[in-house]
Every structure is written in C-alpha cells, then in structure tokens.
C-alpha cells in the first residue's frame, strides 16, 4: 500500500515556540493532503486541506494564522503550529490519497505528539 | 457533522467473530463505505472499502444490505492484537474529498 511518512513523531517545546511537522508522500505523488488533530479518548479532527501550490482549506474555527500549511511540493507539506501553547498540545496527523482508482482511500502517517509546556 | 453512526464500545473475547455495525442512513448514491482500523498513538490504518452487497480481504469482510443505509464490518477470529478503535465512513469518490470522522467503535478482546 501506499506509504506516509510523518516527522518527527514526539516533539516537545516551550510555550510561545514554534513547532514544523512534516509529512511525506514516499511513493505517491499528492496534490492533496490533509491535516488532522486528535485529543485523548477523541476522534480525528480535520483541521485543513493542504493544496500543493495554493492555499490550505481550513475548517471553521481552525486559526490559519496559528497553523500554517505549506505544501510546496507534489510529495511534502508541512505544518507549523506557530507560538505554541499548552493548549495546542495534541496528537497530529497527516493523511493523502495516491488518486486515480483509490476511491479516496486515505493513507495516514503515524502522527506527531506535541506536548507544549 | 459525521455521517456515520456507530456503537461506541464493544467487548470480545480471543478467537470470537466480531461485528460492528455502522449506520449511514442518509448515503448518497456516490458514496463509498470505508472501514479504519486506529491503534493508540497511531495514524487510522486502511482496512477495507465497498459500494454494495460483499466486499472480503485477508483482514475482514464488509456486508452491505441493498439499501446501503448501514454496514457490518466483519472481523473473523479476533486476537488481542485486533483491540483498537474502528472507524467507519461513508464518503465520495473523489480523491481530493475530506473526511469526516465520527465516534468510532472502541473494540476490547479479552483473552
């Protein structure tokens, strides 16, 4: 199957840093990807589209000023997650479809946890 | 919102055949099933798709009724490796589609 590589998969960081997650399409090319965050005993939460050359889509109540997507290239996007507050502690997951004939079958990388002190 | 309803927890023991059923009464014509299978501190992994009627891989089976308004996710002889939460979706077919993720089913086997 299709494989996604998330890095790094544990970060810690000072309150008021900034954090980049990267995620990897290592044998498929996406123009798509997704972002998700995940609470403790919760479910995936979309966050945002990343779109390779353009915009990220964020979802309401999502602060694109606070995470910021880039997806530069057909396999690689990244998220910041800027000033980082306790709050923003969570588990983060990326995911990408390798298209034609997957149905949206989504492949997801293994997660980062942030923890922000 | 999620379009899929599902139980949220469910106990099994080693050996058993689980199945989980999952709701999706308001399924649109070009929507797909798909089945997640999430272990702690781990991306969602892919275990199975379907449209219609029977859908098996080496991991489990996929039941659909005709009216596709809900699904059984089968998973024959469960082991104390299968203890995860299990995700079901329906969703379009494109690949630049997002998904939306419901409660899932938190399955427990029991030695």
């Known amino acids: 199957g299709a494989v996604v590589s998330q890095h790094p998969s544990r970060v810690i960081c000072k309150s008021g840093t900034s954090v980049k997650i990267e995620c990897r399409s290592l044998?498929?090319?996406?123009?798509?990807m997704f972002w998700y965050r995940q609470f403790p005993k919760q479910s995936l939460m979309l966050m945002a589209t990343?779109?390779?050359?353009?915009?990220?889509?964020?979802e309401q109540g999502v602060e694109k000023d606070k995470f910021l997507i880039n997806h530069a290239s057909l396999t690689l996007s990244t998220l910041t997650v800027t000033s980082a507050h306790p709050e923003d502690s969570s588990f983060y997951i990326c995911?990408?479809?390798?298209?034609?004939?997957?149905?949206?079958?989504?492949?997801f990388g293994a997660g980062t946890r942030l923890s922000v002190l | 919102l999620a379009k899929t309803t599902q139980p949220i927890s469910m106990d099994s023991y080693e050996g058993q055949e689980v199945n989980i059923t999952c709701s999706h009464n308001?399924?649109?014509?070009?929507?797909?099933i798909t089945w997640y299978q999430q272990f702690p501190s781990q991306g969602p992994r892919f275990i199975i798709q379907?449209?219609?009627t029977k859908v098996t891989n080496e991991v489990a089976s996929l039941f659909i009724p005709a009216d596709r308004k809900s699904s059984t996710l089968s998973l024959p002889r469960v082991s104390l490796s299968d203890t995860a939460v299990y995700y079901c979706l329906s969703h379009g077919s494109s690949n630049t589609g997002k998904l939306i993720f419901g409660q899932g089913t938190t399955l427990q086997v029991k030695p």
């Open positions: 044998d498929f090319q996406a123009t798509t």
């Open positions: 995911s990408a479809n390798p298209g034609w004939g997957h149905k949206n079958i989504q492949y």
């Open positions: 308001n399924i649109a014509t070009n929507d797909y």
């Open positions: 990343s779109n390779e050359g353009s915009k990220a889509t964020y």
């Open positions: 379907g449209y219609k």
